[in-house]
Each structure stands twice: as C-alpha cells, then as structure tokens.
C-alpha cells in the first residue's frame, strides 16, 4: 500500500459480497420489512380494538360518567397517536438530514429525556409519601388500620415496595446510560465544531 | 426492475433497493461498528430506516445519496446509544504492496479489513468524508450531503486522506 491512491482503494472497498453474504442480507432485509409492515398494521389495529371496546362499553351502559370516562379514553388514545405519529417524524427528519444537525437535536432529545428521569426519580418516592401522608391526614387512623389487614399487609404492601424499588433501579440506570450517550455525543457535535473552526482559520 | 428503471422520485421497490445497495449499507456498517453481532444489528436498524424513510425520497438526490445519508445518520446515532465501546480490533501487521503474494484473493480480503478497521478509527467528520470517497460519490454530492462548502471538504478529505494513509502504512 505504498502507492497511497484512494481510487484504488475504492475499488479495494467497494468489493462485491460473495453470493452467500448478499443471500444472508437479503433475507435479514425481508424479515426487517416484514416486521415493520406488520408494527404498522397492529398499530391500526390495537387503535381500532381499543377505540372500539370504549364505544360498545359507553354504548352498553349510557350514563353521563361513561360518557364522560369513554371520550377521555378516546381522547388519550387519539393524543397518543398524534404524539406518536410527531416522534416518528422528527425521527425520519433526523435520518434524512445533515448529521450536524441530527447531532443537535440528538442532544436536545438526550437532555430532555435525563431532565424528565431526575424529575422522575426525585417525584416518584416524594409522590409516594405524599400519597400516603394525604391518605392520613383524610382517613386518619382506619387508613393504619387497613394497612394491618389482609392483602393490603401481605400482598399489596411488599408489591409496592418492590414496583417503587424496581423503577429506582431501572431510572438510576438510565440516567447511567443517558449521561454515557450524551457525552459521546457531545465528543462528536466538539469533533465537528473543531473540523469547522480549522476549516475556516 | 432495477433501481435505474424506477420513475423519476418514484422510490423502487425495498427488496429492488436491498439488491443494489445492500452491500454498501453493508459496508457502511462495518465502518462504524467492529463488533459482528452489533454489525449485524446495526445492519437491520439501517434497512428499516430505509424502509421506513424511503416514501419521503422526493428525488432531489440521487437514490444512493438519499440511502448512504441515512446509513450514516443511523450508525452515528447507534454507536452513540452503544453503552459499551465496540472492541476495536488490532491493526492488521502492515502490508507490503509489492512484495510477492501467491495469494491475491485473501490478500485482498486482508487489505480490505486493514482499510475498514483504519477508517473505524478516523475521527467522525473525517470518517463521513473518505467513506463516501470510497463508495465512488462525486465531491459535489459529497459536500451536499454533509452540508460543508467545497473548500472545507477539500481540507477534511485531505485530512483524512494523511490520517488513513499512516495508519495503512504502519505509522500508528
């Protein structure tokens, strides 16, 4: 390689795959469409069955608070949708443009999302004391004396702990991972910002 | 029906698409991820990006620019999700181009990964650069797709070009 010829080395790099490795990406291609046309269509569909069992719930019992509970459902379901819909979006605007670009938004999204799990992570254990001194202070003593019955003790009690112990551990290790990519991040949008600046001194 | 035959912003179809520019996603992959089996995940992240970002092609670019900047795009935002750095492999010992080897295929083969693993180990701005080099697009398609003027890829290729080289040669 001491001819140093890039168009050489083009041709080097741009060799063909051998028939069983073109075989192999071929089929990995397939069952990727396959498994995006089908997250496409069960999409549709849950909206439609979950849309569907509100209304004939609502239907079956018209009173003014399934009325009420149903559109809510609807309307939860719909905003999802649009919320869903909004993300894919910025997603295919992010593959379809300049990296640089991408780059930014990647670390706007990363801070946002560890932003949302701090909040969540101080939120969640001081929703849960708030929770229960509330449940105090309007039940007074009846809300101990639950607490001493069956299942509440037994079951409900250790379930809890462990649901709130649970997403302690999953939220500490996403930020863990949050603060990993946004620092590669960040290494990469400095990697870019040098190769301008020494491009334009 | 090939890719050329496709009307005029009228996207082919995927499996048409897989055809023809399944080995430079391919190859596009292998240069940002070492590790095969993330390769290899990596690959399918990048086909379904495709898949998923094909309808909005309007035919501004050209096909296979529209592909390499969504498999570049989605290689730099997998490696950044990676929570573990892909090992990177040791440098292959340097070649020698001219000196004599009964074996040209494997050769190849050989000189080949030296120059994916050296182009994995470019700095991002610069890797973008010399892959899309590599695969043959033309200066001016390059410095659209990477939004940079003339005269500023001119300095990163030639950046890269120096960077490459004494990799490949042996000097680091």
């Not at chain 1, 890039?6 to 041709?11: M, S, T, V, Y």
């Not at chain 2, 890797?127 to 200066?139: A, C, K, P």
């Amino acid at each position: 390689m001491s001819d140093f010829d890039l168009d050489r080395l083009g041709d080097v790099w741009r060799q063909q795959p051998d028939p069983a490795e073109m075989e192999r990406l071929q089929k990995s291609a397939a069952a990727v469409a396959r498994r995006a046309r089908l997250a496409q269509v069960t999409d549709i569909v849950v909206a439609l069955a979950v849309a569907g069992v509100v209304i004939f719930l609502v239907a079956s019992n018209p009173k003014p608070g399934t009325v009420l509970i149903g559109s809510a459902a609807i309307l939860v379901l719909l905003f999802s949708n649009i919320r869903l819909r909004k993300v894919r979006r910025i997603e295919l605007e992010q593959l379809t443009g300049g990296t640089e670009e991408m780059l930014d938004q990647s670390i706007a999204r990363v801070e946002t999302t560890l932003r949302h799990i701090r909040f969540s992570v101080i939120g969640f254990p001081v929703a849960a004391v708030l929770g229960a001194l509330f449940g105090y202070a309007s039940q007074g003593r009846r809300i101990l004396d639950a607490a001493q019955d069956w299942p509440l003790r037994s079951l409900l009690m250790p379930l809890g702990i462990v649901v709130i112990v649970g997403v302690m551990v999953f939220a500490v290790r996403a930020v863990r991972r949050g603060r990993k990519e946004l620092e590669r991040l960040r290494a990469m949008r400095e990697a870019y910002r040098r190769e301008r600046e020494s491009s334009n001194s | 029906m090939t890719v050329m035959s496709a009307t005029p912003g009228t996207a082919p179809p995927f499996e048409t698409i897989v055809s023809d520019y399944g080995p430079l996603i391919s190859r596009i992959a292998s240069s940002y991820e070492a590790d095969p089996s993330l390769r290899e995940d990596l690959t399918q992240q990048i086909f379904l990006a495709v898949w998923q970002a094909l309808p909005s092609w309007r035919a501004e670019s050209s096909l296979k620019t529209f592909i390499a900047r969504v498999a570049q795009n989605r290689s730099i935002s997998f490696v950044t999700k990676q929570v573990r750095q892909g090992p990177v492999a040791e440098l292959p010992d340097r070649i020698e181009a001219d000196a004599p080897n009964p074996e040209e295929q494997a050769m190849q083969i050989n000189e080949r990964e030296m120059l994916m693993e050296a182009t994995r180990r470019l700095p991002l701005p610069q890797r973008q650069v010399i892959i899309l080099v590599l695969e043959g697009f033309t200066y001016p398609e390059i410095s659209e797709m990477l939004e940079i003027a003339p005269n500023a890829l001119a300095l990163r290729l030639s950046r890269a070009k120096a960077a490459l080289k004494t990799m490949l040669e042996g000097g680091e």
